[in-house]
């Protein structure tokens, strides 16, 4: 595991031409843009968590067949103070940084009273957001940097609570069809309350674009919803939206915020005031997004804890979401890169497996329903909605599949109903061994693994004009632990699995979190319009083996 989570990656700041075996379809052109953390030592000091390294983006563009690789490293604002103090001097959430022992007890005491209601990083390493024409580098806080696609290069910085009061806000934003943003946040202690924001950024500015002018000065608050707990809110890193419905989950991995204002004078980490609350239920908000409202129905579930969430629709009175769920909050702490040394198989054993689960909820409650009875009456899943007494509705979900993290699907279908999820497939650790397809309806599986390959999130890209929801093909970045074999871009056939091409660089590859393709201009994704190419599929390569 040192090859990955233990060396600083080193930039590649110049585009090198990647060696392609097998054939990329002629109609994918475009660039595939990841992010994730790359370099956790800076001078003598080294980060405790691996999602606190300082974020690298890199780039696969990929035109007429051929791949060129890139990389270089987001010059925030936290990249910069370090490494001109060649130490690390900001804080991240599972690092607390101290000032220099040199300085005076006044600056040593300002550095106290900053930390109590901290200005968090930039250090924007988690994903990249689109909004408008423009492309930004995203993390948890509430900053964001934009930057260049092409070049990676860092602009400028951009805080959103010069938009929206919220102090975090996710990574993981919607997109409507006509390129709108859905996100949501926390704003903490704002005017005596904390609740959870969902915002709107337009795609395009009111009246048409002007110079200079971007459409996150045009952001609206779509819905505020009160946290249970004024200090204690929910700590969430993604959500779901129907048609007409936000799914909004208030989990009980809760932060402390009073153990947060006073984490830098007790020396700890702000992580260390994130815990799970097993003894607590998890609460499922639906908001209307016609009214923009809450509906009055109460909805609840067992204990667990979610990242990702993987579709939502409704369905003949109901709403069903999928989500990729957790027994406890354990995950953050494998990821500490103490663990992830040479007794990683035993440091780093998961405790809790992640599951696909399918959760449905009456949209309508029956008043006249006897309190036990079941509200759902759909034959296409086993999942539950219990009435109770006091007219709550207790969900019991549908377990679909074990062994699945950082899931991602055809994006044409979010919101709607759809059929495969692609995904990482995880074993006994939480670092991908796998790429899976998973099919909802027959419950069936395709894979594909090599020796010695760890894979990144698989990105689904569909074939221009395509009427199936898998007929595209799947782009991963697979880093590899042998040092003969150079880290690579896979592209998989999405329908068969079928391998199409691999394009190997002999560079220092990371190992990414999220991000996006962008297709070269000419090609609506969105809209899927035609190509005037006909698609190439390759013939060569092995199918994947179906479970």
């Not at 691996?50 to 890199?58: E, I, S, T, V």
């Not at 009980?252 to 004078?265: G, N």
């Not at 899927?528 to 179906?546: K, L, T």
Request: hydrophobic letters at 35%; aromatic letters at 10%; glycine letters at 6%.
């Amino acid at each position: 595991m040192e090859i990955i989570f233990g060396r600083n990656k080193k930039e590649q700041l110049e585009p090198v031409r990647a060696r392609v075996t097998g054939k990329i379809p002629a109609w994918l052109q475009g660039t595939l843009l990841r992010n994730g953390p790359g370099m956790h030592t800076v001078g003598e000091t080294r980060y405790n968590h691996w999602f606190d390294g300082l974020a690298l983006l890199h780039s696969f563009t990929i035109r007429d067949g051929e791949v060129y690789y890139r990389s270089k490293y987001l010059r925030s604002d936290t990249y910069t103070a370090n490494i001109e103090a060649n130490r690390i001097v900001v804080s991240e959430f599972g690092t607390m940084a101290y000032p220099d022992p040199c300085k005076n007890i006044f600056s040593k005491a300002f550095s106290y009273l900053s930390h109590t209601i901290p200005d968090f990083t930039d250090n924007c390493l988690i994903n990249i957001m689109r909004c408008g024409e423009d492309f930004y580098a995203t993390t948890e806080t509430n900053y964001i940097r934009k930057i260049n696609p092409q070049t990676l290069e860092t602009l400028e910085k951009v805080d959103y609570r010069k938009y929206v009061a919220v102090n975090l806000a996710t990574s993981h934003p919607h997109y409507d069809a006509a390129g709108n943003v859905l996100n949501v946040g926390t704003s903490i202690v704002d005017k005596g309350k904390t609740k959870y924001v969902i915002f709107k950024i337009p795609a395009t500015v009111p009246g048409g674009r002007k110079e200079g002018r971007s459409p996150l000065k045009d952001a609206e608050v779509f819905c505020s919803i009160a946290a249970r707990s004024l200090l204690s809110p929910s700590y969430y890193h993604s959500f779901g939206v129907t048609e007409n419905y936000v799914v909004f989950l208030e989990q009980p991995f809760k932060l402390d915020i009073l153990k947060m204002a006073t984490a830098y004078i007790r020396g700890v980490s702000w992580a260390s005031c994130l815990a799970f609350h097993g003894e607590d239920k998890t609460h499922i908000h639906i908001i209307d997004r016609r009214t923009r409202k809450p509906v009055l129905t109460k909805y609840h579930t067992d204990p667990m804890v979610v990242f990702h969430h993987v579709n939502a629709y409704e369905e003949d009175g109901c709403l069903l979401f999928d989500v990729i769920a957790y027994e406890d909050g354990s995950l953050y702490q494998l990821f500490y890169l103490a663990n992830l040394n040479k007794d990683f198989k035993e440091n780093s054993r998961l405790t809790s497996v992640p599951t696909l689960k399918r959760f449905v909820l009456p949209l309508h409650v029956d008043k006249n329903a006897e309190v036990g009875s079941n509200l759902i009456n759909l034959s296409s899943t086993t999942a539950r909605a219990l009435k109770e007494k006091d007219g709550q509705v207790y969900c019991q979900p549908e377990l679909l599949y074990e062994g699945l993290e950082l899931p991602r699907i055809n994006y044409a279908h979010n919101g709607k109903p759809y059929r495969y999820v692609f995904a990482a497939g995880v074993q006994w650790s939480p670092i991908p061994t796998k790429i899976i397809k998973y099919d909802i309806l027959t419950k069936s599986s395709l894979k594909w693994g090599e020796e010695h390959c760890w894979p990144a999130e698989p990105l689904f890209v569909p074939t221009p004009g395509a009427k199936d929801e898998d007929d595209g093909i799947i782009l991963s970045a697979i880093v590899s632990t042998d040092p003969q074999k150079s880290p690579f871009l896979l592209v998989l056939d999405a329908r068969t699995f079928t391998e199409l091409a691999r394009a190997s660089v002999d560079v220092e590859m990371h190992l990414d979190i999220h991000g996006l393709f962008i297709p070269d201009a000419g090609w609506d994704l969105g809209k899927q319009a035609p190509s005037r190419e006909a698609p190439a599929r390759a013939a060569a390569g092995q199918a994947a083996p179906r479970t």
